[in-house]
């Protein structure tokens, strides 16, 4: 079943102030020299959902700098322009503003920035809330929408907060804000922006911070001392192991990894919870990225002597998996400066790792470096491992395409189009990663928020169109992320942002089949009951409607793999036209074989 999209007429890219003048000679109010600063900071952009609490600065984004630089990017909920600053950043290296409506809309925005935190991506959050002065305040909505420590919300999971009190306070404070957003580990900031402040009439243009001379600071080198250690433990190592973690997608960066992996001959290992960092078809990694270390991939952890991991996302976790709850006899050489941001309320800096050698330093920094003290020489072939060849399952199950029959049909129809996956689901399996280039795949949300993904997605699409790639942006997501962020897509139809989105909907919050059937085990009870209270369906949920809705095309009812290639074809087509295309994929209830044997592994707390 086809669905076109609305024959509404859509928004241009920009929508165009009417009346007046940009800029206008008349009064000052506190707010334009925000909006001023925000465009000195060179944002092209400003996500928002409306709300009263910052509409001073609204309107100066609007009539004071005619809606460029940055420009108003509407988005139906909080949670979406959250998201779609993060997936701005996922592909720029850079953050986007998104202002957020008082306590409510912070509230509603919560989810989405912890996401950005444990990415650690930069974003600035520009929040607001009544006045201050309760004498200001209009009855009922302004006492409701202020907070006497709005901050607090977001501290656990913020670099930074600040409530300035006056319009010069908060234009070093957005400037702050910015600075150590940007600085690495780069993650959110939130000034929140009393309403009265906004609206105070001023009498002359206060002196702007002078960003020439407010550098943000950049990465330390690596110790000298820790360095030339390391550079001679990876010398000697027989089995010399690298994890590629949180790096560059810089291709510089991209380049020097490969150097330092042949220089060495080190097998590789790369998670799908961040972006690609390596090749995937590089004798260096034998093994496919995936979100848990497979059993097969875990063996170069416990045969490794000697193991560099780059900013790895949870060292520790990963290598206790791969050798069974017990650290690796190899060395461990950690390199990261994640630490700078781990802290008493989130738990998102995992188990402490073994480290022989800790380095606070950048990763990609570290790799430029360790190649430099290696000095030229020839390329060494890392040690043969064994590969079990990959048995992909039938492609219909119980009526339905399989989800490594989604997988492999998505990747080969798409393959002569330079696809840019922006999301990949749980359950996609390793063997469709082929990535050759950072910009193949740019990663996962963070903070396993379901309902990230149409938002990143549309914010990643947004950067790549913005910088003239002819990449397709494409975005496999499941139907629970699907449907709880639907309406983000409205945004890119609005704005006439390119981009394919392929739905694997299995009707269920399937990742919770996997615990229940553990538990069912565990307990002695029947597994057959898994499937309750969890299951989308009776009536299903008519997945291209919505998307159709949003003033996408919606192609529905795909259940083989001939059926999803000329579902491919079609949405490809409306994409390359600038529009946006959404594909219902009905996928049987499972995940492809090998991530499943690992998410059973990980079903229950405490167990591996």
Known sequence: MKREPSTAKSSTVKDVPKGGDVNPPGGLFGSDPMAELLRRLEFPYIALTPGASFRGLHDSLVNYLGNENPQLLLCVHEESAVALAHGWARVTGKPLPVALHSNVGLMHAVMAIFNAWCDRVP?????????????????????IHTSSDLGALVRGYTKWDNQPGSVEAALEALTRAHRIAITAPAGPTYVCLDAALQEQPLTAMPRMPDLDRIVPPVSAEPERNALARTAALLAGAKRPLIMMGRVSHAREDWDRRVALAERLGAHVLTDIKTGASFPTAHPSQPFPPTLYVSPEAGGLIRDADVILALDWIDPAGTMRQACMGEVPSGKVVLCSLDQYSHNGWSMDHQALPPADENILASPDLMVERLLEALGPGPRKAPAAVAVQPHDPGPDIVDGRISVEATARTVVDELASFAPSYLRLPLGWPGSCCRFSDARDYIGFDGGGGIGSGPGMAVGA???????????LPVAVLGDGDFLMGVTALWTAAHYRIPLLVVVANNRSFFNDELHQERMARLRGRPVENRSIGLRMENPPIDIALLAEGQGALG?????????????????VAH????????????????????????????????KS
């Open 123 to 143: 974003m600035l959050l520009i929040g607001a809330q009544g006045p201050l002065d309760a004498m200001a305040r209009r009855p009922w909505v302004d006492w």
């Open 461 to 471: 699409a947004l950067a790549l169109r913005d910088e003239g790639s002819e990449r």
């Open 555 to 571: 192609i529905g009812d795909v259940d083989t793999p001939p059926r999803l290639s000329a579902a491919l074809a079609e949405a």
């Open 575 to 606: 994409v390359r036209a600038g529009g946006v295309a959404v594909i219902d994929v009905s996928v049987a209830p499972e995940y492809a074989r090998a991530t499943s044997n690992a998410m059973l592994r990980q079903a229950a707390p405490g």
